[in-house]
């Protein structure tokens, strides 16, 4: 089958790689008919992950059909289209019957943080992901849901990770009716953030970025206020002055570890790998938010450490919360939102890339060329 492959940072390329088998009677082989690049595969692609190996295929947001099951699988057969977390997860260990489905127990042997992510790294388990023609989908009974007959594809493909993700970043930040709410970044995810902390009673939401074609999308997708980060001495002086210098009520960082808006942040993290990450909009959402108020951190960060703001966070009795998403938990209402049609996920995706010219798609979505907000990529049928 083709695959995309891992050859080193910024080099990513398409192979003939073995069509994966069944391994476990719970696996299934799903064909990949649509898939997305994510800002996370962004970190991988930019190097930033630890034990990203060459020869790895990346994805974790995919939809397919099946084309084969193992013996055990109750839940799918073949032929059903199907849509699949981004997380691997068991289902039954203490975690999984939590709905922490992300911090998985059973599913990582490498890392006791994480549970697993297919295509991310051997620190997210080592398994390969579906920007490719064929994935192997373990715990197939427990993961993927068959793709309802009235939902777009495009709506499905969004909702494996980007959509539930923004989504839950605006959930972990507890809004109250007619709290100020700021989302640091304008990305796929920070969208879908703005646009939800309105469904959960945000009386104002406000977006930072400094591309301004993201910043349009924020005011037409998510009716957001929007400011351009680089048009101003300092952000979160801004940021006080239009909320009567008290800070926002929730801040939600959804742009991770490679925040531009400090040079040394960037050379230490990006450059001489000292951090896991560069914390700038991290430190920004801790300085921007109000004493007691609530910081929700879905951008990824590696898992060593960063100079985050933690006294200030301390003094100011802040409640920070974060997670991988648990996308399972919030289908059912997620669904509903779409069906009604208040969520039109595919309304961010600007580039249809057939999956022969990955790498350029991970080229235009990492340098932000050609007004690109979500790229999918299209597996040739096989
Ligand atoms: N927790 C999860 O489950 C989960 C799931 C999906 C993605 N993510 C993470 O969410 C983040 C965003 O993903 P995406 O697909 O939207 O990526 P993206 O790269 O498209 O978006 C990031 C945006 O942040 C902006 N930005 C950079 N520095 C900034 C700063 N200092 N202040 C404000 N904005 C800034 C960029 O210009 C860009 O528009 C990534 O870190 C990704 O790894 C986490
Ligand atoms: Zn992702
Ligand atoms: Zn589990």
Not at 118 to 133: E, K, L
Not at 235 to 252: E, M
Not at 337 to 357: A, F, M, N, Q, W
């Amino acid at each position: 089958m083709k695959a995309m492959v891992y050859r080193g940072p910024y080099r990513v390329r398409v192979e003939e790689k073995d069509r994966p088998t069944i391994e476990h009677p719970n696996d299934a082989i799903v064909r990949v008919t649509k898939a997305a690049i994510c800002g996370s595969d962004l970190h991988l692609y930019h190097g930033m992950m630890p034990d990203t190996r060459v020869g790895m295929t990346f994805g974790h947001e995919f939809i397919g059909v099946v084309d084969e099951v193992g013996g055990s699988v109750e839940h799918l057969k073949v032929g059903d289209r199907v849509m699949v977390p981004f997380n691997v997860y068991c289902g039954y260990c203490y975690f999984c019957t939590r709905g922490l489905y992300s911090n998985c127990h059973n599913v990582n042997a490498n890392a006791t943080a994480v549970g697993g992510i297919y295509g991310y790294s051997h620190t997210c388990g080592g398994y390969d992901g579906g920007q490719s023609q064929f994935v192997r989908v373990p715990f197939a009974d427990v993961g993927p849901s068959i793709i309802p007959d009235w939902m777009d594809d495009e709506d499905a493909v969004l909702l494996t990770d980007a959509c539930p993700t923004g989504y839950f970043g605006a959930q972990l930040g507890e809004i109250k009716e007619g709290e100020v709410v700021v989302v640091f970044g304008a990305g796929p995810v920070g969208l879908f953030a703005a646009k939800s902390a309105w469904l959960m009673g945000a009386g104002r939401v406000i977006v930072i970025d400094h591309l301004d074609y993201r910043l349009e999308k924020a005011q037409s997708f998510a009716h957001a206020e929007t400011y351009n980060f680089t048009q101003y001495d300092d952000i979160v002086v801004h940021l006080k002055k239009i909320t009567d210098y008290l800070g926002a009520d929730v801040v939600i960082d959804t742009v991770g570890a490679e925040a531009d808006g400090s040079f040394w942040q960037h050379v230490t993290s990006a450059k001489l790998k000292l951090q896991g990450g560069s914390p700038v909009a991290l430190n920004w959402a801790i300085d921007s938010v109000r004493k007691g108020g609530t910081v929700s951190v879905i951008g990824a960060y590696g898992p060593m450490f960063s100079a985050v703001k933690f006294g200030d966070a301390v003094n100011k009795g802040l409640t920070l919360r974060m997670n991988q998403c648990p996308v399972k938990r919030q289908w059912p209402r997620l669904f509903e939102h779409v069906r009604s049609g208040y969520l039109k996920p595919k309304d961010l995706v600007t580039h249809r890339i057939p999956l022969e010219h990955i790498a350029e798609g991970y080229h235009l979505f990492s340098a932000k060329l050609d007004g690109c907000i979500k790229p999918l990529v299209i597996p040739d049928p096989a």
